[in-house]
């Protein structure tokens, strides 16, 4: 058993180029993957305190390399609070990705969309969120790093390149207020209404948290949402999981694109 840290692994496997930029992959959208250059594949089950997936269509694997010029440290597949009750199940990822060396993060998920017209298979940049769980990954901390300014969370500067890259893409991007449920179950029509009347565009069950450790941390993040669905109530469609791995897919080619016109913009910052 190697008595390196997650960081120290990552490193050495960087070699020459190690990751500035972290990214967290959604359900559905490990495909972007494949568009890592210099791939190199480190599973969970090698780095110290990264999770045991347990979501199908979360593979457990980091993929460092390059994506539109910029070294990249990309996690395909999360740790969420529904699996064992723990809001700071990616506490370790996160801290690992800065002690690499990486200074912002790229949070993406699947999410229920509440706006008419942004639909399955669209794209929504996160502009806030609002913390439904009730809970939050920071329990416990030492003060007084602990009480963390979430204004402008979501880093002013990344929204505008995203909306600028979309534009230069000629992908649609919806933006809004993301609310954060614990899940592992879906919403009631009545909770989807009062998400809406709290300010809400889209729901989920991850990605809040990640901001939450990512800000604590000082890290510059930016999150998207790859809608699948829309909100419990909001039309006839059963909700399952199924349905959001293959709506997921409809949004991936635009979001590819979408992110390596990001990262190419960083690149050449
Ligand atoms: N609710 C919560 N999480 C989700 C949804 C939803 O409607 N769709 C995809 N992830």
């Given at each position: 058993?190697?008595?390196?840290?997650a960081a120290e692994?990552?490193?050495?496997?960087?070699?020459?180029?190690?990751?500035?930029?972290?990214?967290?992959?959604?359900?559905?959208?490990?495909?972007?993957?494949?568009?890592?250059?210099?791939?190199?594949?480190?599973?969970?089950?090698?780095?110290?305190?990264?999770?045991?997936?347990?979501?199908?269509?979360?593979?457990?694997?980091?993929?460092?390399?390059?994506?539109?010029?910029?070294?990249?440290?990309?996690?395909?597949?999360?740790?969420?609070?529904?699996?064992?009750?723990?809001?700071?199940?990616?506490?370790?990822?996160?801290?690992?990705?800065?002690?690499?060396?990486?200074k912002s993060l790229?949070?993406?998920?699947?999410?229920?969309?509440?706006?008419?017209?942004?639909?399955?298979?669209?794209?929504?940049?996160?502009?806030?969120?609002?913390?439904?769980?009730?809970?939050?990954?920071?329990?416990?901390?030492?003060?007084?790093?602990?009480?963390?300014?979430?204004?402008?969370?979501?880093?002013?500067?990344?929204?505008?390149?995203?909306?600028?890259?979309?534009?230069?893409?000629?992908?649609?991007?919806?933006?809004?207020?993301?609310?954060?449920?614990?899940?592992?179950?879906?919403?009631?029509?009545?909770?989807?209404?009062?998400?809406?009347?709290?300010?809400?565009?889209?729901?989920?069950?991850?990605?809040?948290?990640?901001?939450?450790?990512?800000?604590?941390?000082?890290?510059?993040?930016?999150?998207?949402?790859?809608?699948?669905?829309?909100?419990?109530?909001?039309?006839?469609?059963?909700?399952?999981?199924?349905?959001?791995?293959?709506?997921?897919?409809?949004?991936?080619?635009d979001f590819k694109?979408?992110?390596?016109?990001?990262?190419?913009?960083?690149?050449?910052?």
């Amino acid at each position: 058993m190697s008595t390196k840290n997650a960081a120290e692994i990552i490193l050495e496997a960087a070699g020459d180029t190690p990751p500035t930029f972290g990214m967290v992959l959604g359900s559905g959208l490990g495909a972007l993957a494949d568009a890592v250059e210099d791939a190199k594949h480190i599973p969970y089950a090698d780095l110290p305190g990264f999770p045991k997936p347990t979501v199908q269509g979360h593979e457990g694997q980091l993929v460092l390399g390059r994506l539109g010029g910029v070294s990249i440290a990309m996690m395909q597949g999360r740790a969420h609070y529904y699996e064992a009750g723990k809001a700071d199940a990616m506490k370790g990822p996160i801290r690992s990705l800065q002690a690499a060396g990486c200074k912002s993060l790229l949070l993406t998920n699947a999410a229920g969309s509440l706006v008419k017209g942004a639909g399955p298979g669209s794209l929504m940049l996160i502009t806030d969120h609002i913390n439904f769980a009730g809970t939050s990954p920071l329990i416990g901390e030492a003060a007084p790093t602990r009480f963390v300014d979430l204004i402008d969370a979501y880093s002013p500067d990344y929204r505008a390149q995203l909306h600028e890259s979309a534009r230069q893409q000629g992908v649609t991007l919806n933006e809004g207020v993301y609310m954060w449920f614990s899940g592992p179950n879906f919403e009631t029509p009545a909770e989807i209404r009062a998400a809406k009347i709290l300010g809400a565009d889209a729901v989920g069950m991850s990605t809040v948290p990640e901001v939450i450790l990512a800000r604590h941390l000082g890290l510059k993040v930016a999150a998207l949402s790859i809608i699948t669905n829309y909100g419990a109530g909001l039309d006839d469609m059963p909700l399952s999981h199924a349905q959001t791995m293959e709506k997921a897919a409809l949004a991936a080619q635009d979001f590819k694109k979408l992110a390596i016109a990001f990262f190419e913009g960083q690149a050449n910052d």
